[in-house]
T-cell receptor, first 114, second 113 residues
Framework: QKEVEQNSGPLSVPEGAIASLNCTYS??????FFWYRQYSGKSPELIMS????GDKEDGRFTAQLNKASQYVSLLIRDSQPSDSATYLC??????????????FGKGTLLTVNP | KAGVTQTPRYLIKTRGQQVTLSCSPI?????VSWYQQTPGQGLQFLFE???????NKGNFPGRFSGRQFSNSRSEMNVSTLELGDSALYLC????????????FGSGTRLTVV
């Protein structure tokens, strides 16, 4: 069974620190990788996507992908209390032909302390 | 631009009943996926539709079914409800057929008593 695993957390960091969230996946054929943020009581919100090996930066967020190691991570620089949420890693798995489906990890709860 | 709209927001049903949930995707989005979210299992994939065709189905019993209409609106149905079906049901839409990033609706909170 294809799996997406995230560090279980919860993760607590002080305001201004770097938060590091990690994710591994089992399907070597996966091509697209996403990070979603979910605030308590809300639906997931897409914050980053990455398709090629290396780093992708967007403001305070950096996604890192290593397909050889089947590893994807999210770094949040200068963490703010408003970043406190559950972060979900999602992997687009090839389920046959071009019919992909998005598989999610169980999420890591991040708390940023003022 | 309107987002993904799910109705109703909350539902309380009795064991054995059936329920239908509705999802209207973002205008122009043709792919609609459904997920069940519970505290213990996280987001579990139910099914995905593109242009009225079910392209993928998750590991859920046949009591869970869905369909998509020509205007891309989608419905999912759960028959013979069980207590374990209590969950947040999320619909997500995507612009193209390769599902490059979903936009989720606010979800339907189903409680089975």
């Amino acid at each position: 069974q294809k799996e997406v695993e995230q560090n279980s957390g919860p993760l607590s960091v002080p305001e201004g620190a770097i938060a590091s969230l990690n994710c591994t996946y089992s399907d070597r054929g996966s091509q697209s990788f996403f990070w979603y943020r979910q605030y308590s009581g809300k639906s997931p919100e897409l914050i980053m996507s990455i398709y090629s090996n290396g780093d992708k930066e967007d403001g305070r967020f950096t996604a890192q992908l290593n397909k050889a190691s089947q590893y994807v991570s999210l770094l949040i620089r200068d963490s703010q209390p408003s970043d406190s949420a559950t972060y979900l890693c999602a992997v687009n798995e090839a389920s046959g032909g071009s019919n992909y489906k998005l598989t999610f990890g169980k999420g890591t709860l991040l708390t940023v302390n003022p | 631009k309107a987002g993904v709209t799910q109705t109703p927001r909350y539902l309380i049903k009795t064991r054995g009943q059936q329920v239908t949930l509705s999802c209207s995707p973002i205008s122009g989005h043709r792919s609609v996926s459904w997920y069940q979210q519970t505290p213990g299992q996280g987001l579990q994939f139910l099914f995905e539709y593109f242009s009225e065709t079910q392209r993928n189905k998750g590991n859920f019993p046949g009591r869970f079914s869905g369909r998509q209409f020509s205007n891309s609106r989608s419905e999912m149905n759960v028959s013979t409800l069980e207590l374990g079906d209590s969950a947040l049901y999320l619909c997500a839409s995507s612009l193209n057929e390769d599902n490059y990033g979903y936009t989720f609706g606010s979800g339907t909170r189903l409680t089975v008593v």
